[in-house]
């Protein structure tokens, strides 16, 4: 199954809002089809409604990201469960285009498309991804991005769960800032030196009078 795939779905949903940044591109049925990528089919069933509906799934998926960033494993889990009670899935065999070297099949497992509606459908894929990913790999694999504002969702598939920003742009943009931080820190503590020694130097020059 393709679990990478899938849990994407999530990551692309929270992501489509960025609160510290006051943006939110999900606004329009045309947003909300864009969240589908390749999976036209879904996405035409799409309508006005479902923003509103994405919407309200987008705020329950990054509550997971936020239980398993604060370390509440049991709240993650609590908050994922809910919604896939909510949202069940329809698995299928599926083989697709994609042929062996001898011309069979390759069989593997798929999340059909829900037939109700399109936010139940992706709310399905998004938490049934997340829920693989969250079971093989570990609630803390689930991470808000640490560069402040960005706090963008991602998964860490990282080999040694070092993974801490959602982008190389966040983290340059981070390793820049704790760099300047550094530097202005350690032009205080020259500066703050060298006034302590001028004092002391004129104490000196004053008790020799």
């Known amino acids: 199954m393709e679990l990478a795939y899938y849990s994407d779905y999530a990551v692309r949903l929270v992501n489509s809002e960025e609160p510290g940044r006051g943006k939110d591109v999900l606004t329009s049925v045309e947003a909300v089809r864009d969240l589908f990528g390749a999976n036209g089919s879904a ?9 509103t509906r994405f919407r309200s799934v987008r705020g329950r998926l990054r509550s997971v990201f936020e239980a398993a960033d604060q370390g509440d494993e049991t709240l993650a889990v609590a ?5 896939l009670l909510e949202f069940p899935v329809s698995p299928q065999i599926s083989g697709h285009d994609h042929r062996d070297e001898d011309g069979r099949p390759l069989w593997h497992m798929h999340l059909a498309d829900h037939p109700s509606n399109a936010t139940a459908g992706y709310a399905a894929i998004a938490a049934m991804g997340l829920a693989f990913h969250l079971t093989a790999y570990g609630v803390d ?14 998964l860490d598939t990282s080999t040694n769960r070092s993974r801490r920003y959602c982008s190389d742009r966040c983290a340059t943009r981070a ?8 530097k202005r820190l350690e ?17 000196s020059a004053s008790g020799e009078r």
């Open 187 to 203: 032009a205080d503590r020259s500066a703050s030196t060298g006034l302590t020694a001028d004092s002391a130097q004129r104490t």
């Open 43 to 51: 996405a035409r069933r799409a309508t006005e409604a479902d923003v």
């Open 79 to 83: 908050l994922l469960n809910s919604l």
């Open 141 to 154: 694999r689930l991470g808000l991005c640490e560069a402040a504002p960005c706090r963008n969702a991602y």
């Open 175 to 182: 390793n820049v800032a704790a760099y300047r931080a550094r």
